[in-house]
């Protein structure tokens, strides 16, 4: 039977810990016909969290592999790797995010890009991490902005 990747963060569960509904009907639709296993950061963590909303269909939780522990790339292409290593028929990776997709894609293992209408902006992603413009910048820009308005001519001339 071939194996499916599916990434539990932005698949299965939103960045608020949620079942994603969408997600969980397709990891039940790819259960049927393939061996799925499931992407984790976390595993204990995230084995939890499965027992709780009664995901048990799934064969196993993928963990972080040594060779992603050498930062050579990408954690769900480590993943995929580790599962291609091991002799597994690895037929698709499911991810929410586009990386990680590209990644799988250009290794040749074909992927799907789960994108749900909760992660439409970048700031409801669960990868999304925000940093602030240094101050600096700011005032910079609050400068430059009142001259340019000072130098406005009237729109009546």
């Known amino acids: 039977m071939s194996i499916a990747l599916v990434s539990i963060d932005g698949v299965l569960r939103d960045a608020s810990g949620l079942p994603i509904r969408e997600g969980l009907d397709l990891y039940e ?10 992407a984790s ?10 027992k709780m909303e009664g995901l048990r269909s799934h064969q196993e939780i993928a963990g972080i592999p040594p060779a992603f ?6 954690l769900r292409l480590a993943q995929a790797e580790a599962l291609l ?8 990776v499911v991810d929410a995010d586009p990386t990680a997709v590209l990644e799988a894609t250009m290794r040749g293992i074909p992927a799907v890009l789960f ?16 940093i602030p413009r240094p ?3 700011l005032v910079a820009e609050i400068e430059t902005q009142r001259t340019l308005a000072a130098n406005m001519k009237p729109l009546d001339q």
Not at 41 to 50: A, F, G, I, N, Y
Not at 115 to 130: L, Q, T
């Open 135 to 137: 101050w600096d910048e």
């Open 29 to 38: 639709a790819l259960c049927v016909h393939h061996r799925v296993v499931l």
């Open 85 to 92: 290593g091991g002799g597994g028929d690895l037929s698709l």
């Open 115 to 130: 994108v749900h209408p909760k992660f439409a902006r970048p700031e409801w992603r669960a990868d999304y991490s925000h």
């Open 41 to 50: 950061d976390s595993p204990e963590r995230d084995e939890q969290w499965l």
């Open 69 to 74: 522990l050498r930062g050579t790339h990408g």
